[in-house]
C-alpha cells in the first residue's frame, strides 16, 4: 500500500492511535502538538521492547527495538524532527530506530523546554526494507492504522515510480516558497 511520509512500528504509532481516539481532548487544551508530544513520551517511557528481524538492501539484523520509523520526510508525528539530515528525494528512506537502551536519552530530548540539538536516535538509511515480528506491533502508514490482521508477521517498504516535484508557493510576507524532489 503506498504512503507519502512514513511507517512506523512501536511507540509512535501507538501514541498517534491514542491521540487520534483522544481528539476532543486536542481540541479542548489548544496545545495540539504539545499534548501529543507529551503522549509519545509517556508511550515511550513505558514501552516494551519488541524484537525485529531487519533487512536493509539486502544487509540482515535483529534487534529488540521501542520503535522503528521507516521516514521519506524529516518529521514524524508530532512534529519530531526524528531524520533532520535526511535528504528529500535522495532515493533512501531513512530508518530510525530506538532501542531500550536509549529510552532514557529520548524522554530528556522530548521534555526539554527548546530544542536540545539532533535526536538520540539510531539511524540508517536504504532503499529496501523488509521488517518482520513475532507479535504484532502498533503500524502506522502516514496518519493511518491499517489493521495488523493484513501485517500479522512483516512489512516490505520500496519506492515505486519516479519521484515528484512538489512546489510551495511563495509566502504571503513575500519570502520564497520551496520546492522539493520526494518519492
Do not use: C
Not at 3 to 24: C, T
Amino acid at each position: 500500500r503506498p504512503f507519502v511520509e512514513a511507517v512506523g512500528l512501536g511507540s509512535l504509532a501507538k501514541s498517534m492511535m491514542r491521540m487520534e481516539a483522544a481528539e476532543s481532548a486536542k481540541t479542548k487544551s489548544g496545545d495540539e502538538l504539545g499534548l501529543a508530544r507529551e503522549k509519545f513520551r509517556k508511550v515511550l517511557g513505558e514501552a516494551k521492547p519488541i524484537r525485529f528481524d531487519i533487512s536493509v538492501d539486502g544487509r540482515t539484523f535483529d534487534a529488540e527495538l521501542l520503535l522503528i520509523e521507516v521516514l521519506n520526510v524529516t518529521y514524524a508525528g508530532p512534529r519530531l524532527a526524528l531524520a533532520p539530515q535526511g535528504g528529500l528525494g535522495d532515493g533512501l528512506f531513512d530508518i530510525i530506530t530506538i532501542g531500550p537502551d536509549q529510552r532514557a536519552n529520548v524522554l530528556d530530548w522530548l521534555g526539554a523546554p527548546e530544542p536540545m540539538g539532533p535526536p538520540p536516535v539510531t539511524r540508517q538509511q536504504g532503499a529496501k526494507i523488509r521488517l518482520t515480528w513475532e507479535d504484532p506491533p502498533p503500524l502506522r502508514l502516514d496518519d493511518d492504522w491499517p489493521s495488523g490482521a493484513k501485517h500479522h508477521d512483516g512489512i516490505s517498504v520500496q519506492f515505486e515510480g519516479d519521484p515528484i516535484t512538489i512546489f510551495v508557493p511563495e509566502r504571503p510576507e513575500n519570502k520564497p516558497g520551496r520546492s522539493g524532489t520526494t518519492r
